[in-house]
């Protein structure tokens, strides 16, 4: 069985860009988690989703965004991309995404912005 | 004060050595805890969830303490495949999961 999948696995953006990265959970799993890393750092929660709809957002600014489709995939969008915002951004899946479960991550997408 | 602290480490250890991690966490309302493995440029991993009543798997163990908001992992006879970064996790009423900044671990031959 797959696992969760993310794309694309490393991306180059220029200060100001936009950028959208997309996840598929695991195959039956309806919840959709993001994190942002940064080197050095743990993971930072930015957004939860589960049946479509948003259930948590982390304290990152508007210029994150994301959505869940209906085959419970989902994209991550950042607009006007800052140096900052270079990081790992780990996607996560769950059955519920409720309390008490192991989320598996997917192997991220390496963002760089110059 | 940050909401999941760890050990800054890292740790160094040889192999067959016994290296123990202590993670604090601050919110009391936290109901979910766990233990991830990270390896270099890799996501994080699930290790263990960790009970209040203490739980082991083979050489690893974790002891959750609520009173203190303490938590531990206990790993036994360490592999060099252990090395890695250790993260802290711990989940509240919101469902997401908050990690700390992680231990690295090298287990040297």
Known sequence: DAGVTQSPTHLIKTRGQH?????????????VSWYQQVLGQGPQFIFQYYEKEE???????DRFSARQFPNYSSELNVNALLLGDSALYLCASSTTGGLGYGYTFGSGTRLTVV | ??????DPGPFNVPEGA?????????????QSFFWYRQDCRKEPKLLMSVYSSGNEDGRFTAQLNRASQYISLLIRDSKLSDSATY???????????????????????
């Open chain 1, 19 to 31: 950028v959208t990265l997309r996840c598929s959970p695991i195959s039956g799993h309806k919840s």
């Open chain 1, 55 to 61: 259930r948590g957002r982390g304290n990152f600014p």
């Open chain 2, 1 to 6: 004060r940050k909401e999941v602290e760890q």
């Open chain 2, 18 to 30: 016994t290296v123990a991690f202590n993670c604090t966490y601050s919110n009391s309302a936290s």
């Open chain 2, 87 to 109: 993260l802290c996790v711990v989940q509240g009423g919101s469902e997401k999961l908050v990690f700390g900044k992680g231990t690295k671990l090298t287990v040297n031959p």
